[in-house]
């Protein structure tokens, strides 16, 4: 399997603009995480969802962030409009919940800058 | 509420030297409990984890963990460290076993010289 794919890899864009980032979790995974990474904070759980539907969007900081699983084989995390404060890098992970053997596998992340 | 500390935030060895990267939780129920690796520009990979059973826990690349519920730790040594375990390490709580609803660390920044 080719790991959790995110894209893309590096987003640079203005303030203001729209900005969807894309996963792909492993397949047969029935958990999907978004995460965020920032000096600041550290990593952050935004957002994450079972068998595509949402369980807990407690952490996503504001409506202008939004969170999407429409089939099991991909998510988007969007932001709109985009603000400086939101450039961190987000990851994706994905697990599988079965006889105990419990593990997330992240992305490699998409380093996003709002300028 | 669950919280992790990982008392270090940056850790200087040389090479083949023994480490201890050290990590406090605090938690009102069980946890679950992890350490993850992030190399530069990457994601995280799990190096090990404690679900239950024995308190010594193997991972990769020569990594341990000792759960130590009384002291609430869960720190991470390994006896020789190499140039390439040089990245950012992080240790996680999970209240339930899903494995991926994870609170973390601040990090810790091993540096190993040569």
């Known amino acids: 399997d080719a790991g959790v794919i995110q894209s893309p890899r590096h987003e640079v864009t203005e303030m203001g603009q729209e900005v969807t980032l894309r996963c792909k979790p492993i397949s047969g995974h029935d958990y999907l995480f978004w995460y965020r990474q920032t000096m600041m904070r550290g990593l952050e759980l935004l957002i994450y969802f079972n068998n595509n539907v949402p369980i807990d969007d407690s952490g996503m900081p504001e409506d202008r962030f939004s969170a999407k699983m429409p089939n099991a084989s991909f998510s988007t995390l969007k932001i709109q409009p985009s603000e400086p404060r939101d450039s961190a890098v987000y990851f994706c992970?994905?697990?599988?919940?079965?006889?105990?053997?419990?593990?997330?596998?992240f992305g490699q992340g998409t380093r996003l800058t709002v300028v | 509420a669950q919280s992790v500390t990982q008392l270090d935030s940056q850790v200087p060895v040389f090479e083949e030297a023994p480490v201890e990267l050290r990590c406090n939780y605090s938690s009102s129920v069980s946890v679950y409990l992890f350490w993850y690796v992030q190399y530069p520009n990457q994601g995280l990979q799990l190096l090990l984890k404690y679900l239950s059973g024995s308190t010594l826990v193997k991972g990769i690349n020569g990594f341990e963990a000792e759960f130590n519920k009384s002291q609430t730790s869960f720190h991470l040594r390994k006896p020789s460290v190499h140039i390439s375990d040089t990245a950012e390490y992080f240790c996680a709580v999970s209240v339930d076993n899903r494995g991926g609803k994870l609170i973390f660390g601040q990090g810790t920044e091993l540096s190993v010289k040569p």
């Open positions: 992970a994905s697990s599988f919940q079965t006889g105990g053997k419990t593990e997330a596998f």
